[in-house]
């Protein structure tokens, strides 16, 4: 089972911590950094965010989220051992074109060690602002998701649909290895679809063992039903509650199946919080590191 720091973007929000959590993070074994996206915070949000009990959005305004891939680009030779991936990066409102050679750009000049996590946003005021269409934004999600795949995979590369139409045009630098992984975020049926059809990893919101045992199963079915192996998708949970006693929450996870345990790194943030990084390393990552 694999570690990676979540949200790290959310602690390392200035020029050094940046560096220092993600180089501790090397340090101690995990595997993979990742920074998640809101290009701005409205003043009045009316839209529930489906991850708190009351829906609000966490943080205020005076809470930083720096752009995810900036902050990846920026971290990524301080610790080049790390995956570099993004959780999650709300696709539909970003142009596909720009974002394919933003990501193939970042996974050429590191070797090949970017992931994709993706999700069709919550927040219906933000794209209202950007002036992006909130109807429909799921099958223009995974047009562009296509896009961007037909771009990376090759040059000479045309797409014709109903968000996405340009005629045979090559983007270089490519990916590495041609590709670059995605993950579908998100706990409804429309994402367990959309991971069976199009992903290389899943990752669901909730952190409650017995939901996750759920989703998984779920997962598998949808995966079959589109005749995929379900080992082809891995599966990634968040490491929320299970923080209270974690090495039985690393030993829940193991258990049910869960491939990669995504740490959110507010709970190092602050004082003293590059201390319990690395003891979290020690007692919880290490045991599981091949």
Request: proline share 8%; glycine share 10%.
């Amino acid at each position: 089972m694999k570690f990676g720091l979540a949200f790290a973007s959310s602690a390392g929000t200035d020029q050094q911590s940046a560096l220092d959590i993600t180089r501790v993070a090397e340090q101690v074994g995990f595997d993979s950094v990742w920074g998640g996206e809101h290009v701005i915070r409205p003043d009045s949000i009316a839209s529930k965010y489906p991850y708190s009990e009351d829906g609000a959005m966490p943080g205020d305004a005076d809470t930083p989220i720096p752009d995810p891939l900036i902050w990846l680009a920026y971290v990524a030779a301080a610790a080049p051992t790390l995956k570099l991936g993004t959780c999650i990066l709300i696709v539909p409102q970003r142009n596909p074109l720009v974002l394919a050679k933003e990501l193939a750009t970042l996974d050429h000049l590191t070797g090949g060690r970017v992931e994709l996590g993706i999700g069709v946003g919550w927040l219906e005021e933000e794209f209202q602002a950007l002036g992006i269409p909130w109807a429909r934004r799921g099958a223009r999600n995974d047009e562009y998701i296509e896009a961007m795949r037909a771009l990376w995979a090759g040059p000479h590369a045309e797409y014709h649909g109903e968000f996405v139409d340009f005629p045979p045009a090559t983007c270089n630098p490519r990916p590495v290895k041609g590709d670059i992984p995605v993950l579908v975020g998100g706990d409804t049926p429309a994402a367990i679809r959309r991971a069976a059809r199009l992903a290389n990893g899943y990752f669901p919101g909730t952190t409650d063992p017995a939901g996750l045992a759920a989703l998984i199963e779920e997962m598998k079915r949808a995966a079959e039903a589109h005749d995929r192996d379900p080992a082809e998708i891995a599966m990634h949970a968040i490491f929320g509650a299970q923080m209270g006693d974690p090495v039985k929450g690393a030993e829940e996870m193991n258990t049910i199946g869960i491939d990669r345990v995504m740490v959110p790194a507010f709970f190092f943030a602050g004082p003293g919080g590059l201390d319990r990084l690395a003891e979290f390393g020690e007692k919880v990552v290490s045991p599981y590191a091949a």
